[in-house]
């Protein structure tokens, strides 16, 4: 018996991508939304970020603000990616934004567990699923995600010691303000976060990407799309002897899902390795 298999018309696949896309993206912010509600604002704790920022107001002032002022901080550093950078990514992150502030707004917040060590875990855990899968959508959480994208497409800066510098800002204000236990659970929450962002998406900032394929001709037309270069090798398969061509190009965690569904679509069956990079010397294209 032959299986036929069907693939969905061009202008079919266009249209379910980003309704795919917009459902994980309002998926991640049902997450972020609940690990909050659930677990660190019944507890006052934070989890570092535009969402710590907000959440220390909150608990000086009110924490039923939460959620507007979450939007209020954010919408100013939204304006400025669009500007800076622009295209899908901002406007998924957009979307992040809006629906974590309408389900910060409707979800009760509801003391799960009584052990603030329990909710800075499992606060964390449910955060960093929104962040992770934000990311993996193209997308981001809004926030410190967008200022890290601006600055890696600007400056070889290490992000990661930006973003630490910011939450431990974060963390001192809440210690100062509230208690200092509630920073030391909400250093906890961060380190747990962190720990589950990079399970499910890239830790570091630049990557190298190796793509062997036979479309070669059809995969560099479609890579010279994207901002980065690209440098061709001419390869052979160890085993079969037949003629392939291997493309690396550089690209930012940023950009990498918009990369992988660029490849996959121009030819599904190319082998890909992504690698992390430490640091790069010479030429490499930023935005803007």
């Known amino acids: 018996m032959h299986v036929r298999n069907y693939e969905l018309p061009l202008s079919m696949r266009s249209v379910v991508r980003p309704v795919r896309e917009a459902a994980i993206i309002i998926f991640s912010a049902f997450l972020v939304a609940a690990g909050m509600r ?35 901080i954010n919408l100013p550093v939204l304006i400025w990616g ?22 910060m707004t409707i979800i009760p917040a509801v003391k799960v567990t009584k052990d603030p060590i329990l909710a800075s875990i499992f606060g964390g855990v449910m ?62 929450c961060i380190f747990v976060k962190s720990r589950v962002v990079d399970m499910i998406h890239i830790r570091h900032v630049k990557l190298t990407c190796f793509i062997v394929t036979k479309e070669r001709d059809k995969m560099l037309n479609r890579l010279r799309e994207l901002p980065h270069g690209i440098t061709v090798v001419n390869a052979e398969g160890g085993y079969s002897h037949e003629g392939n061509t291997m493309l690396m190009t550089v690209t930012t965690r940023y950009e990498l899902s918009e990369l992988r569904k660029t490849i996959l679509e121009t030819d599904p069956s190319s082998f890909v390795n992504v690698l992390e990079t430490v640091e790069i010397l010479g030429r490499f294209r930023r935005l803007g």
């Open 127 to 188: 955060i960093a699923g929104g962040v992770g899968f934000s990311l993996r959508a193209g997308g981001s959480s809004g926030g410190f995600d967008i200022l890290g994208s601006i600055i890696t497409r600007k400056r070889d800066i290490p992000i990661g010691n930006v973003l630490f510098v910011m939450d431990g800002i974060v963390i001192l204000s809440l210690g100062f303000f509230k208690s200092w236990d509630s920073a030391l659970y909400a250093m906890l």
């Open 38 to 72: 659930l677990f660190l604002i019944p507890h006052q704790l934070l989890s570092g970020g535009v969402a710590g920022v907000a959440s220390v107001i909150g608990y000086v002032t009110n924490p039923k603000y939460i959620s507007i002022i979450y939007f209020a």
């Open 82 to 103: 669009f500007i800076a950078v622009g295209k899908k990514y901002i406007l998924l992150s957009m979307l992040s934004v809006l629906a974590t502030t309408w389900f």
